[in-house]
């Protein structure tokens, strides 16, 4: 089983800033691209940024610079540290990675993370 947690939400003031962690943990065998997506009431699910194994990055346009996502590959980690938050990044973060659990087949399979909360006091 694959199993993806992720941490670091809270409440912060606009202006403040945030460090998102998820590490993927059972059977494992390679990790593709890992990446965070949101999701504000009433909202559907929306990109924030992915990385992929080789550290290449993409960035939603709200971004704009202020987030930054980065993954540790020894730690199945991916991070993303939020500056300058804004009342409308309330949402809800998701972590996300495409994962191969086996040597022996090819599939690779999205896992989740539950998700944690981020609120933005205006």
């Known amino acids: 089983q694959v199993q993806l947690v992720d941490s670091g939400g809270g409440l912060v003031q606009a202006g403040g800033s945030l460090r998102l962690s998820c590490a993927a943990s059972g059977s494992i065998f390679s990790i593709n691209a890992m990446g965070w997506y949101r999701q504000a009431p009433g909202k559907q699910r929306e990109l924030v940024a992915v990385i992929t194994n080789d550290g290449s990055t993409n960035y939603a346009g709200f971004v704009k610079g202020r987030f930054t996502i980065s993954r540790d590959n020894a730690k199945n980690a991916v991070y993303l540290e939020m500056n300058s938050l804004k009342a409308d990044d309330t949402a809800v973060y998701y972590c996300?990675?495409?994962?191969?659990?086996?040597?022996?087949?090819?599939?690779?399979?999205?896992?989740w993370g539950q998700g944690t909360q981020v609120t933005v006091s205006s």
């Open positions: 996300n990675a495409a994962i191969r659990p086996s040597p022996i087949r090819s599939y690779v399979g999205s896992y």
